[in-house]
């Protein structure tokens, strides 16, 4: 999923781009200096990264300086309690009882707002309690470096924006967890194919608890009616909800002169191309990939040319490089691809029309792939370098594994869900559908993850097909060589790095 803050940063790199083809080879590092202004211009978008499941945390207020947390918690009712209390663990009750998060969201909710089942169960079976540092989206490492060189680590830092594996363990910012957490218990059974994917020389740097689609496909079921096409959610029970019938759904839909077009967002080319089942940056053996030249690759890029050339995605060019999604809402547009935190977001879901008109399904089914393939998160937590507690973070994570299958806490989170969120049971059902197809083949992509120099090669040249119809063969040939001298010197460090 992409955050706010980089959906914020994406912006402007293409604002700036369409005015100056030198762009195309700028680093990410000489834009640091728009954040602010774009974060000013969009009313706290900077406060994003990675959203918790539903039930779990409020977002944190990241405009202000680094802080505590010292607002009153949130609590669960009591037979919610009471229910957690009788699931038997052999959990520890920890000597260091505080565990310090650094984050740009709290753990610790708010009064009022639902608190997460996991947090409940590690205070009241380990005695823990999580102390939330909070800071700003962008600042999160620069804070981890201040603190580490000060010896005053904190002993959790979220994984869930992918940004830590490989490079940040590259940098010397995180330990490896194997000493705290035992993956290959029976405990983390149901994980230890999504963890074994974050390993170097056997060592694990990411403890996921969990697997989401990054990625979904908002759409506005009155629409959908209304223009007399398929309901997504019934291709997709028919295992019909592939590339083949998006796009004839979008061409049905798209009409130029009535401005009616099939697809808008930030977030839909490199989530669909993991579809393929094949990221353009790979983690193999050990080894970074390029996979450009993959002939998945080749064929997602093919189709989003095909897109282009075809007039069906709203032309950004045309609207100040700026989205709309309350195009959605009017019958404008058809798909808006998002991760579904927007939808725990009252104000935001109600963007996309009445309550009771806005669904997502899943990102389409590729129709040569092996096997359903989605754009793949995590939810969980790495453990930064100095940590005083990390056995502290690993009881915590134990927690989130135990709560994660358990009937009683599905029950008690389903009840917040409808109630604190205003969900639908067909969106709850389809949340699971998409949890289950994620974890059952999960597909990272990592050039988001090892530097600024990789970031910047990739994220707006993959998307050129797409947004200005530029075969992707031009592409390639454009960035292929400074691509791979990046992954080639990232891999000699990965190689020599003592773990």
């Known amino acids: 999923m992409m955050a706010k803050g980089e959906e914020a940063l994406e912006r402007a790199m293409y604002i700036i781009r369409k005015g100056n083809d030198i762009m195309k080879n700028t680093s990410r590092k000489i834009l640091t200096a728009l954040t602010a202004a774009v974060c000013i211009l ?73 608190k997460g089942v996991a947090l409940e169960m590690f205070e009241s079976k380990c005695g823990g309690k999580i102390e939330s540092i909070l800071c700003s989206w962008d600042d999160r490492y620069d804070k981890l470096a201040t603190m580490v060189l000060g010896d005053d680590a904190p002993d959790m830092f979220s994984a869930e924006d992918l940004d830590i594996f490989p490079g940040k363990v590259i940098d010397g910012k995180f330990q490896s967890m194997d000493n705290y957490v035992d993956f290959d218990s029976e405990l983390w059974a149901p994980m230890k194919h999504v963890n074994d994917m974050f390993t170097i020389r056997g060592k694990h740097y990411i403890g996921a608890t969990s697997t989401d689609a990054g990625v979904v496909v908002i759409y506005n079921k009155k629409t959908i009616e209304e223009n007399g096409l398929p309901d997504p959610v019934q291709l997709l029970e028919e295992d019909n909800w592939t590339w083949d019938t998006f796009y004839d759904m979008m061409s049905k839909f798209c009409s130029r002169p009535d401005e009616k077009f099939g697809i808008d967002g930030w977030e839909f080319e490199n989530a669909f191309a993991v579809t393929s089942g094949v990221p353009y940056i790979d983690y193999q053996d050990g080894k970074l990939v390029s996979n450009l030249e993959n002939p998945k690759i080749v064929n997602v890029q093919e189709y989003m040319l095909n897109l282009k050339r075809n007039d069906l995605p709203v032309p950004k060019s045309e609207y100040a490089w700026s989205v709309h999604p309350e195009k959605i809402a009017s019958g404008k547009t058809l798909f808006y691809p998002q991760g579904t935190y927007v939808l725990f977001e009252p104000d935001n879901k109600a963007v996309f029309g009445d309550p009771e008109d806005v669904m997502f399904v899943p990102m389409p089914r590729c129709p040569d792939a092996d096997a359903y393939y989605l754009p793949s998160i995590i939810k969980g937590f790495s453990i930064p370098m100095g940590a005083k507690n990390p056995e502290g973070t690993a009881a915590y994570l134990d927690c989130c594994m135990i709560c994660r299958d358990n009937e009683k806490v599905r029950e008690i989170e389903e009840k917040q869900v409808f109630e604190d969120y205003g969900w639908t049971q067909e969106m709850y059902d389809m949340l699971l559908k998409t949890r289950e197809i994620t974890e059952a083949h999960p597909v990272f992509e990592y050039f988001k993850a090892v530097n600024e120099d990789v970031y910047g090669c990739v994220l707006n040249p993959s998307k050129e097909s797409y947004n200005q119809g530029t075969p992707w063969a031009q592409t390639v040939e454009e960035i292929k060589y400074e691509l791979q001298s990046y992954l080639d010197t990232a891999n000699e460090k990965l190689d020599s790095l003592v773990n």
């Not at 919610?80 to 753990?107: H, S």
């Open 42 to 114: 969009s009313a706290g978008a900077c406060g994003g990264g990675s959203r918790p499941e539903a039930p779990a945390s409020a977002a944190a207020d990241t405009t202000a300086a680094e802080t505590t947390t010292t607002t009153p918690p949130a609590t669960l009712k009591e037979e919610d309690k009471e229910a957690i209390e009788e699931i038997e663990t052999d959990l520890p009750v920890l000597e260091n009882k505080t565990v310090r998060l650094l984050a740009n969201f709290d753990l610790n909710p708010a009064a009022g707002k639902p």
